[in-house]
């Protein structure tokens, strides 16, 4: 005998609610965090208030997916959750004068000059002494035995560390196009210095297979022609070509110094056409467009790209694009970022929650993983740490989509290679780029000869290196 | 019994003052205390980056006038662009708004299109105008080839060109403004007025002068205003699309506040230069004014 059709409904209904109850209270556990394989528990569960990490607007999700790990990994409350705060405008302007105003931050962004700015002001604090506990992870000692050398020069501050690396890139290095440069028979056959280089223009542009070989990065953004002549001065010549090594970082490059063999070298390629007119006054995205067209064989770039220009979304090179190793001189210099710890009152418990944030945001899991680099270097190509370059999911997923799998290495290699311009910590040095991102366009427009502008930029650092040691 | 408090009577007066209350407070909060504090800015050192704030009086002032190697350049650059732009703005306003007050089939779908650059925010310009004035793929380098005028792709955008083409933009930006303002004035003009004059035998350019711009001249001289304003403080459409190249071209001095102030942090000095600029616009206005005047336009 069928059921009545009401207990049938009867039976529904039950079915239909207890489904109900079952995706309510999965989702409230899902909301507060309760996982079915809890991560080991620290000895207490939580800072005595949210933790609050200061992010500007690159990707706020993955970071808010990465601070949630931690939060679970680390058993933070639900009324304790990590909070994410998105700041707009210039993130240095910005956390900044947060700082300066005693927001309750904890974990902030800091590039080389606000590490120096911030760390005298007393805003961030050392984390060499950050020791290992039942919260903390580990010693941070320990980080910086696999620290990259530059991350460690950038950010060290009177013999202090002030960070772990968020992000680091060697801006400055040579990206090749293998299609045009097989054409040229070419492939393989790479420059080692910057002379060399624009030797093997010379070279590409007699073959007359595309109008300009090089591509290089003169373009019109602070971190474009002022940063492309500074790295081809300190890769050739050490920092010592460009200023002198301790606080004020005076100048020491001149007319008759390797500043202006450099400058030869541009004014070279400008006048032989082996660059295009355009590239002054192009944006940073117009510059990645014109490298994406597939019409140069080089490109100063930095490794960073090597992502977009393999992306056959982006790019008409892509699994064309690679990268010259650094093997006679350095390539390129340090762009980076640091987490770095806010200092502010707080409990000892609340501080090792602070300092374990920085440890899993700046290096490793609870669980000892790469975790926040490795999904920085999956999804940005952004490195952190030599050892990811290892992992097999980084090195299967990359070697897919580079044009070599020995591309990765050379990345890494370069990395341990690349320089920081020690003059980067001294408040002179933007106020020197504005000067200098306006003067060195000037010896291709004819306004001004290559000793004319070695000079007003000699005499302008010169300057505002006396003004700081004066104000100091 | 006489009251304790005698009533006031809510005049006209105070009751218009009653509601202009909130304005008056938004304005001052919105215009005048920022306007102040720029002002007070200008008279400091401050400089987020060295983090220094100290009162040094009218020194920025001087400094900008007689130290900064870039003033003049800038001030040449921003004096070209502002002339150029603004009369340019005016003239294309005059002519769009002559051509829709005249009636054409689809004189309604015209006048919406003209309408559109409007819309566009001044960013969206600039990135627009990068590509089409880009070399390798930009529609301006491509006509050159397409028309044989060139073998290979050109520069559209060069030291000598680069201030032209932004005073261009800037004026097809601004055009749908001028032109409607204009177009609301031509649209009162009697209609008898012209009749009189067509039977008195004055050609187009007649009518034009003796009845049309004796109309306009307020409202030209107003849109002139505006205009000169406008290009005066421009610094989105320069910074989006040449970045004050290429080398220092375009280097205005709104770009060079722009630069001292948000690439090298150097609020107090940006503040001054900010300030002289509003001393250029009312210059360039009194100017305006007192040149229209004379010509009786």
Same mark, same amino acid.
């Given at each position: 005998?069928?059921?009545?059709?009401?207990?049938?409904?009867?039976?529904?209904?039950?079915?239909?609610?207890?489904?109900?109850?079952?995706?309510?209270?999965?989702?409230?556990?899902?909301?507060?965090?309760?996982?079915?394989?809890?991560?080991?528990?620290?000895?207490?569960?939580?800072?005595?208030?949210?933790?609050?990490?200061?992010?500007?607007?690159?990707?706020?999700?993955?970071?808010?997916?990465?601070?949630?790990?931690?939060?679970?990994?680390?058993?933070?409350?639900?009324?304790?959750?990590?909070?994410?705060?998105?700041?707009?405008?210039?993130?240095?302007?910005?956390?900044?004068?947060?700082?300066?105003?005693?927001?309750?931050?904890?974990?902030?962004?800091?590039?080389?000059?606000?590490?120096?700015?911030?760390?005298?002001?007393?805003?961030?604090?050392?984390?060499?002494?950050?020791?290992?506990?039942?919260?903390?992870?580990?010693?941070?000692?320990?980080?910086?035995?696999?620290?990259?050398?530059?991350?460690?020069?950038?950010?060290?501050?009177?013999?202090?560390?002030?960070?772990?690396?968020?992000?680091?890139?060697?801006?400055?290095?040579?990206?090749?196009?293998?299609?045009?440069?097989?054409?040229?028979?070419?492939?393989?056959?790479?420059? %080692?210095?910057?002379?060399?280089?624009? #030797?093997?223009?010379?070279?590409?542009? @007699? $073959? +007359?297979?595309?109008?300009? &070989?090089?591509?290089?990065?003169?373009?019109?953004?602070?971190?474009?022609?002022?940063?492309?002549?500074?790295?081809?001065?300190?890769?050739?010549?050490?920092?010592?070509?460009?200023?002198?090594?301790?606080?004020?970082?005076?100048?020491?490059?001149?007319?008759?110094?390797?500043?202006?063999?450099?400058?030869?070298?541009?004014?070279?390629?400008?006048?032989?056409?082996?660059?295009?007119?355009?590239?002054?006054?192009?944006?940073?995205?117009?510059?990645?467009?014109?490298?994406?067209?597939?019409?140069?064989?080089?490109?100063?770039?930095?490794? %960073?790209?090597?992502?977009?220009?393999? #992306?056959?979304?982006?790019?008409?090179? @892509? $699994? +064309?694009?690679?990268?010259? &190793?650094?093997?006679?001189?350095?390539?390129?210099?340090?762009?980076?970022?640091?987490?770095?710890?806010?200092?502010?009152?707080?409990?000892?418990?609340?501080?090792?929650?602070?300092?374990?944030?920085?440890?899993?945001?700046?290096?490793?899991?609870?669980?000892?993983?790469?975790?926040?680099?490795?999904?920085?270097?999956?999804?940005?190509?952004?490195?952190?740490?030599?050892?990811?370059?290892?992992?097999?999911?980084?090195?299967?997923?990359?070697?897919?989509?580079?044009?070599?799998?020995?591309?990765?290495?050379?990345?890494?290699?370069?990395?341990?290679?690349?320089?920081?311009?020690?003059?980067?910590?001294?408040?002179?040095?933007? $106020?020197?780029?504005?000067?200098?991102?306006?003067?060195?366009?000037?010896?291709?427009?004819?306004?001004?000869?290559?000793?004319?502008?070695?000079?007003?930029?000699?005499?302008?650092?010169?300057?505002?290196?006396?003004?700081?040691?004066?104000?100091? | 019994?006489?009251?304790?408090?005698?009533?006031?009577?809510?005049?006209?007066?105070?009751?218009?003052?009653?509601?202009?209350?909130?304005?008056?407070?938004?304005?001052?909060?919105?215009?005048?205390?920022?306007?102040?504090?720029?002002?007070?800015?200008?008279?400091?050192?401050?400089?987020?980056?060295?983090?220094?704030?100290?009162?040094?009086?009218?020194?920025?002032?001087?400094?900008?006038?007689?130290?900064?190697?870039?003033?003049?350049?800038?001030?040449?650059?921003?004096?070209?662009?502002?002339?150029?732009?603004?009369?340019?703005?005016?003239?294309?306003?005059?002519?769009?708004?002559?051509?829709?007050?005249?009636?054409?089939?689809?004189?309604?779908?015209?006048?919406?299109?003209?309408?559109?650059?409007?819309?566009?925010?001044?960013?969206?310009?600039?990135?627009?105008?990068?590509?089409?004035?880009?070399?390798?793929?930009?529609?301006?380098?491509?006509?050159?080839?397409?028309?044989?005028?060139?073998?290979?792709?050109?520069?559209?955008?060069?030291?000598?060109?680069?201030?032209?083409?932004?005073?261009?933009?800037?004026?097809?930006?601004?055009?749908?403004?001028?032109?409607?303002?204009?177009?609301?004035?031509?649209?009162?003009?009697?209609?008898?007025?012209?009749?009189?004059?067509?039977?008195?035998?004055?050609?187009?350019?007649?009518?034009?002068?003796?009845?049309?711009?004796?109309?306009?001249?307020?409202?030209?001289?107003?849109?002139?205003?505006?205009?000169?304003?406008?290009?005066?403080?421009?610094?989105?459409?320069?910074?989006?699309?040449?970045?004050?190249?290429?080398?220092?071209?375009?280097?205005?001095?709104?770009?060079?506040?722009?630069?001292?102030?948000?690439?090298?942090?150097?609020?107090?000095?940006?503040?001054?230069?900010?300030?002289?600029?509003?001393?250029?616009?009312?210059?360039?206005?009194?100017?305006?004014?007192?040149?229209?005047?004379?010509?009786?336009?």
């Amino acid at each position: 005998m069928s059921s009545p059709p009401s207990q049938s409904r009867r039976n529904f209904l039950k079915f239909l609610g207890a489904f109900a109850g079952g995706v309510a209270v999965g989702a409230i556990a899902s909301y507060f965090g309760i996982s079915p394989t809890p991560a080991p528990a620290p000895a207490v569960t939580g800072p005595s208030a949210s933790l609050v990490f200061a992010i500007g607007g690159f990707r706020p999700d993955v970071v808010k997916e990465n601070v949630a790990e931690f939060d679970r990994q680390w058993l933070i409350p639900s009324d304790k959750r990590t909070r994410v705060e998105q700041l707009s405008g210039d993130l240095t302007v910005a956390t900044q004068s947060r700082l300066a105003a005693g927001y309750p931050l904890d974990i902030v962004y800091a590039y080389p000059y606000a590490t120096v700015t911030w760390s005298k002001a007393g805003w961030i604090t050392p984390i060499d002494d950050i020791k290992a506990t039942d919260i903390v992870p580990y010693n941070i000692s320990d980080a910086v035995k696999e620290m990259y050398p530059a991350v460690k020069e950038a950010y060290t501050v009177e013999n202090k560390l002030y960070g772990l690396p968020y992000y680091i890139s060697a801006y400055g290095c040579i990206l090749t196009n293998e299609e045009l440069l097989d054409k040229a028979g070419m492939s393989g056959d790479y420059p %080692y210095t910057w002379k060399d280089m624009y #030797d093997y223009v010379e070279r590409l542009a @007699a $073959k +007359k297979i595309t109008e300009h &070989p090089l591509l290089p990065s003169w373009y019109n953004e602070p971190f474009g022609i002022p940063w492309a002549f500074v790295l081809e001065v300190i890769n050739q010549g050490g920092n010592e070509a460009m200023w002198e090594d301790k606080w004020p970082y005076h100048p020491t490059f001149d007319v008759g110094t390797l500043a202006e063999e450099v400058l030869k070298d541009w004014k070279r390629a400008w006048d032989n056409n082996w660059v295009p007119r355009g590239v002054l006054t192009m944006k940073q995205t117009d510059y990645l467009g014109e490298f994406a067209t597939g019409k140069y064989f080089y490109n100063v770039n930095a490794e %960073y790209y090597l992502g977009y220009f393999n #992306d056959p979304s982006r790019s008409r090179i @892509a $699994k +064309k694009a690679s990268i010259v &190793p650094a093997k006679q001189q350095p390539w390129g210099l340090l762009d980076s970022c640091i987490y770095a710890l806010v200092k502010r009152n707080r409990s000892e418990t609340d501080l090792e929650y602070a300092q374990a944030l920085l440890e899993f945001l700046g290096y490793r899991d609870r669980y000892g993983n790469y975790y926040v680099g490795k999904r920085w270097m999956l999804f940005e190509f952004l490195k952190t740490w030599p050892a990811i370059f290892q992992d097999p999911e980084v090195r299967l997923v990359w070697s897919v989509r580079l044009y070599r799998e020995d591309d990765l290495d050379a990345v890494n290699g370069i990395l341990e290679k690349v320089m920081f311009p020690t003059a980067w910590k001294a408040a002179w040095y933007t $106020k020197w780029n504005t000067i200098a991102q306006t003067e060195l366009p000037l010896i291709f427009t004819g306004e001004k000869t290559i000793k004319e502008v070695i000079t007003t930029l000699r005499n302008e650092a010169e300057r505002l290196a006396e003004e700081e040691e004066k104000a100091a | 019994m006489a009251q304790p408090f005698p009533k006031r009577k809510l005049t006209d007066e105070r009751f218009a003052i009653i509601l202009l209350l909130p304005l008056i407070i938004a304005l001052f909060a919105l215009n005048l205390y920022p306007m102040a504090y720029s002002f007070w800015l200008s008279l400091t050192n401050t400089d987020v980056s060295r983090g220094i704030s100290k009162f040094i009086g009218f020194i920025n002032y001087y400094n900008l006038v007689f130290k900064d190697p870039y003033f003049w350049h800038s001030l040449r650059v921003s004096l070209q662009f502002t002339l150029e732009a603004s009369l340019l703005a005016v003239a294309l306003s005059l002519t769009f708004a002559l051509i829709l007050n005249e009636s054409f089939k689809g004189r309604r779908i015209i006048r919406t299109i003209a309408i559109l650059p409007w819309a566009f925010s001044t960013y969206a310009v600039a990135s627009l105008a990068r590509y089409l004035f880009a070399r390798s793929y930009g529609l301006f380098s491509s006509l050159y080839v397409y028309l044989g005028l060139s073998d290979t792709p050109v520069e559209v955008v060069t030291s000598e060109s680069a201030i032209h083409i932004l005073a261009l933009l800037f004026a097809w930006n601004y055009v749908p403004l001028g032109a409607f303002f204009l177009l609301a004035q031509l649209q009162i003009i009697p209609l008898d007025l012209y009749n009189q004059a067509r039977i008195d035998g004055a050609s187009a350019i007649r009518r034009l002068k003796v009845v049309t711009l004796p109309f306009l001249r307020r409202p030209i001289a107003i849109i002139l205003l505006l205009f000169t304003v406008f290009s005066v403080v421009e610094t989105t459409l320069i910074i989006g699309f040449t970045g004050g190249g290429p080398g220092k071209a375009t280097q205005t001095l709104t770009y060079w506040a722009y630069a001292k102030t948000f690439m090298d942090y150097e609020y107090g000095y940006g503040a001054a230069i900010s300030w002289f600029l509003i001393l250029i616009a009312m210059a360039l206005g009194v100017l305006y004014y007192y040149v229209l005047n004379k010509l009786k336009l």
